[in-house]
């Protein structure tokens, strides 16, 4: 619905009738939100708008926007929710998932087919045809689309499994999500308790179903063939279940026979393989080289890289073992059109910088189609033995840890977070902070009647926020200031979250690892590396690696001032090999590391 642009007609504010209208509408529509979800979704007071506009396909349609956050859309009379109202409620809807590659696909127009779907040990959500569902990603119950089930969940297991699930209305990354503030989807672990307690459900009901040959109307087991091992599928499978929605082609329907071929025990591999004719399954083998390239293989210093090139060196070297990529045998035909194709998805960039070849200038590496890219198992396994011999310890490949800013409440601060449950010695998250201030602006009645965009400096704000100097020139702040200055009053500390560890908060700012060059006698130069502890890095397995890779001396010191600290130091600059290990390698994103602008300009050969 909203993969391509779409055009604005009108945007107004709601008015205090139209506002409870439509608080009625949603309540009627989703009955099982709570009064406080319901003034979550529809505010009371904040500002709500109405925007008119027109699809693609010239659809009138109304959107609901809270602010510049759309949170409802109307179509038809009926009312849908967005993904950002489902990433705060994000059960208000029955859910189903998919595997992270089958993304893009949904946001670029396509429809979920059954073959996509995972199923989980306990089956399928109970729905009927015409259900409004949420359709999440494995490992995250955070909602990323919403659809429209094509048939009920008993139909979909008696059609096992094929055909297709869910006509797709809106996802993360469409026209829709653009029209909001284009955050990112937040990471909701899928509670395990719940399967199990559903297992035990089931099971109880069987044995009562047994002892009184009665047949259970809401149980639809599900044929084990059909469940699917989901840590094992690849990039192939993803892509060809919702390819085939692309294409609307008919599905035969029948049962899956368990295959079992190399390290892939994935009945549904064998299947999708049997069902698509030659041409899909070159298709499927070329995006899995691209991305794999792409990911995997590809740096930026190589950039630009003729298209023949990345062909012959990256894409070839990706192909599985027994297989054979050959573009004429694919729909594209030749490369430049299927790097056409990526160009329009925004993947990449090519140009013609000589007369009649090709090169790609740029890759997007934040792009979600790279990032939620899996390397299939049987290629993954020597490259994942290469990361665990570079972790340090050879057992376990390094994760980068998650770092998130906190704000602690000084004995200054604590009067304007009373009134929200907070006390001296809190640490809040910014977002935390933002709903805090806003609480306290509401129930004081701060909000300027002239100007809604000021804030009215009472004594409290007075003393918090303002200096001695502004007490008497400032009454007024914008919510931008007022939140800004709040932050900065606020006293820094961060939280720390190391994989398959408790989160650690530590005071202070997060320090970055700190790359400096230093000068020796005889005009020498040195690399020295601190801080490596802190993102969870031995600095002995760091000091190995580089002096392997650049065959110079390494040396790990302790850092003055700093006993439990050590530094690393190498001889001459060596900040190129550093930022391939800790950005490409390591994946630590480059905000965490200082000192990467330091590395020597690359001469041309002459």
Known sequence: MFAKAFRVKSNTAIKGSDRRKLRNDVAATFPTLTSEQLSEVVPNKEELNVVKLYAHKGDALTVYANGRIPVLFEMEKRLYPTVYTLWSHPHLLPAFSTWPPVLHKLAGGADLMLPGVVVPSYGLPQVDRGTLCAITLVGNSAPVAIGIATMSSAEMVEAGMKGKGFTVLHTYMDHLWEFGDKSCPPTIVPLEAESSEMMDAEEEEQEA???????????????????????????????????????????????????????????????????????????????????????????????????????????????????????????????????QSMQQQNILQVKELNKGVESIVNVDWRHESIRSFVVPIEIAASELSVQDSRSGDGEQPYHCPEIIPLYGISSKMAPLFQESGYKKGDTLSSSEVRSAVINYVKLNELVDETNKNFIKVNPILCDCLLDKSEQHEISKLSWDTLLSRCLDKLQPFHQVTFFGHDPIVRKGNNDPIDINIAQRACNKKVTIIKNLELYGLDPQAVANFLQQKVQASATVTTLPGAKDRAQVQVQGNQIHHLAKLLVEDYQIPRKYIQGLEKAPKMGRKK
């Open 209 to 339: 179903g047994e002892g009184e040959g009665e047949s259970q109307e809401n149980s639809h087991p599900i044929d084990p063939c059909l469940q699917t091992g989901i840590r094992n599928l690849s990039m192939e499978d993803a892509i060809q279940s919702v390819d085939m929605t692309e294409k609307e082609e008919p599905n035969e329907n029948g049962t899956a026979e368990t295959t079992e071929e190399g390290n892939l025990p994935v009945d549904v591999s064998q299947e999708a393989e049997d069902s698509r004719s030659p041409q899909e399954q070159m298709d499927a083998l070329l995006h899995q080289c691209f991305f794999h390239a792409l990911k995997c293989k590809v740096k930026k210093s190589e950039l630009p890289l003729l298209t023949s090139t990345f062909l012959r060196n990256y894409m070839f070297s990706c192909c599985p073992q027994g297989q054979q990529l050959d573009i004429k045998k694919s729909s594209y035909k030749k490369l430049s059109k299927f790097l």
